[in-house]
T-cell receptor, first 114, second 113 residues
Framework: GQNIDQPTEMTATEGAIVQINCTYQTSGFNGLFWYQQHAGEAPTFLSYNVLDGLEEKGRFSSFLSRSKGYSYLLLKELQMKDSASYLCAVREIGTTDSWGKLQFGAGTQVVVTP | EAGVAQSPRYKIIEKRQSVAFWCNPISGHATLYWYQQILGQGPKLLIQFQNNGVVDDSQLPKDRFSAERLKGVDSTLKIQPAKLEDSAVYLC???????????FGPGTRLTVT
């Protein structure tokens, strides 16, 4: 099984930086995903980490430490449209024929203020 | 490329009634997932299909929920009979055999009264 913890809510100002932490416990790790979900909409993929280190993609970066069971999503140069819920999801080891199950955290609501 | 399609977008039913949701994944995506997302929570996997076979249904309440993907393309999820606690958004997602990313549909918002 898996336990995934992330803060419930964070508030930041337009133009600032926000770091959303995610800690997890898993019996078989096979990758960590970050998704963005605007209210009333479907989650959209932001980033994927399977090895330790930092993955950078424009204004968004994601970091993973497998030994610590820890990841963070860094949002730079915040814009109003970044106000959304950010979901951390851990994938279990699957079979030779299929991907393992994704276990999602409850999400972190980021509120960007002018 | 067309995204994951779901219908209906909204459904209101009374408890003990039945309901069905439909999903058409992205063309060529072998893996299809149904998730339940209760307000304020992350999505919870109900069932995962690889082509027309079930890979994981460990979190599907099988006494009332059923799902099928007969031809390995589109899929239906059924609830019979519905309970108040089934009120949630039901999300369908798909991915390729080799792709790690899941693409989500717009979801069906179910309200059970």
């Amino acid at each position: 099984g898996q336990n995934i913890d992330q803060p419930t809510e964070m508030t930041a100002t337009e133009g600032a930086i926000v770091q959303i932490n995610c800690t997890y416990q898993t019996s078989g790790f096979n990758g960590l995903f970050w998704y963005q979900q605007h209210a009333g909409e479907a989650p959209t993929f932001l980033s994927y980490n399977v090895l330790d280190g930092l993955e950078e993609k424009g204004r968004f970066s994601s970091f993973l430490s497998r030994s610590k069971g820890y990841s963070y999503l860094l949002l730079k140069e915040l814009q109003m449209k970044d106000s959304a819920s950010y979901l951390c999801a851990v994938r279990e080891i699957g079979t030779t024929d299929s991907w393992g199950k994704l276990q999602f955290g409850a999400g972190t609501q980021v509120v960007v203020t002018p | 490329e067309a995204g994951v399609a779901q219908s209906p977008r909204y459904k209101i039913i009374e408890k003990r009634q039945s309901v069905a949701f439909w999903c058409n994944p992205i063309s060529g995506h072998a893996t299809l997932y149904w998730y339940q997302q209760i307000l304020g929570q992350g999505p919870k996997l109900l069932i995962q299909f690889q082509n027309n076979g079930v890979v994981d249904d460990s979190q599907l309440p099988k006494d009332r929920f059923s799902a099928e993907r007969l031809k390995g393309v589109d899929s239906t999820l059924k609830i019979q009979p519905a309970k108040l606690e089934d009120s949630a958004v039901y999300l369908c997602a798909s991915s390729t055999d080799r792709g790690s990313e899941q693409y989500f549909g717009p979801g069906t918002r179910l309200t059970v009264t």
